[in-house]
C-alpha cells in the first residue's frame, strides 16, 4: 500500500489517473494524504473507482460507481459521490443512489460546473443526472448511450457538453451506438437539438476540454 503526501490538485490528479486502473483506494486516517489498498463504505474508502473532477476551487470529486451482477441479480458497489479539498482531505460524499433505473444503474463519468452542480452519466439508462451544489438531484436529460461530460465554454458562457457511446447488438452484429453527436446543457436545460459531428466516433472513453472550447 502506497501513500502520498498531499500537495494540491496536480499531485491528486497524477495519483487518481494511476487510480483509474484500480478499483480500490481510500483515504488516510487524517484524511490529508491519499493511500492505494483498501475498499469500503465509508469516508475516503471506494468500491469501484468510476472517474473524478475537480471543481473552481480545486475540490476534487470521486464518483464511487455501482455494477450490476447479472447472476445475483442485484447492484452491487456504494453509489457514491465523495469530495476532497485541494490538500487532499475528505470534506463530504453524497447518495447517487436511483433505484428506479434497474439493471441500468451504472453511472459512469462525472463533470463538475463553476456553480458546483454535478452532472453524472449513465449509458445504458441514456440518462445524465444533474446534482445541485448541497448534493440533492435536480433534474434528469436524457441523452442516447450517455458518456463522456465535460465543462467547456462557447460564446462566453460555460456549458456541460455530453458525448454518447456504447456498444450494442444491432441486426445481429455488436456495434457502436451514438458518437455521432454532443448535447449541451446550459443553465440546466438540455439543448433541444445536438451538434452534429462530421463523423461518427466509435469506442468513445470520456470527454475534456480546453480554455479555446476545443472538445477531445
Avoid: M
Avoid at 95 to 107: A, Q, T, V
Amino acid at each position: 500500500r502506497n501513500s502520498y503526501p498531499a500537495q494540491g490538485p496536480g499531485v491528486l490528479l497524477g495519483i487518481l489517473l494511476s487510480l483509474s486502473a484500480c478499483s480500490l483506494a481510500r483515504a488516510s486516517a487524517d484524511g490529508s494524504d491519499l493511500e492505494i489498498g483498501n475498499t469500503g463504505p465509508g469516508n475516503g474508502t471506494f468500491g469501484h473507482l468510476r472517474d473524478f473532477a475537480f471543481d473552481a476551487k480545486n475540490q476534487l470529486y470521486v464518483l464511487d460507481g455501482l455494477n450490476y451482477d447479472p447472476r445475483a441479480k442485484k447492484i452491487t458497489g456504494n453509489g457514491l459521490v465523495q469530495v476532497f479539498d485541494e490538500k487532499g482531505k475528505f470534506v463530504r460524499q453524497y447518495s447517487i443512489r436511483n433505484e428506479k433505473l434497474g439493471d441500468k444503474e451504472e453511472p459512469q463519468r462525472i463533470a463538475v460546473d463553476a456553480t458546483g452542480r454535478v452532472y453524472i452519466t449513465y449509458p445504458k439508462a441514456d440518462l445524465v443526472a444533474q446534482y445541485g451544489p448541497d448534493g440533492k438531484p435536480e433534474k434528469e436529460h436524457t441523452v442516447r448511450k450517455a458518456l463522456g461530460v465535460t465543462p467547456v465554454t462557447l460564446g462566453g458562457k460555460e456549458k456541460i457538453a455530453v458525448i454518447g457511446s456504447q456498444k450494442e447488438v444491432v441486426n445481429g452484429k455488436w456495434t457502436w451506438v451514438a458518437g455521432d453527436a454532443f448535447w449541451l446543457i446550459e443553465n440546466g436545460t438540455l439543448s433541444a437539438e445536438p451538434v452534429k459531428l462530421s463523423q461518427t466516433l466509435t469506442d468513445v472513453a470520456d470527454l475534456a476540454s480546453d480554455t479555446a472550447g476545443h472538445l477531445y
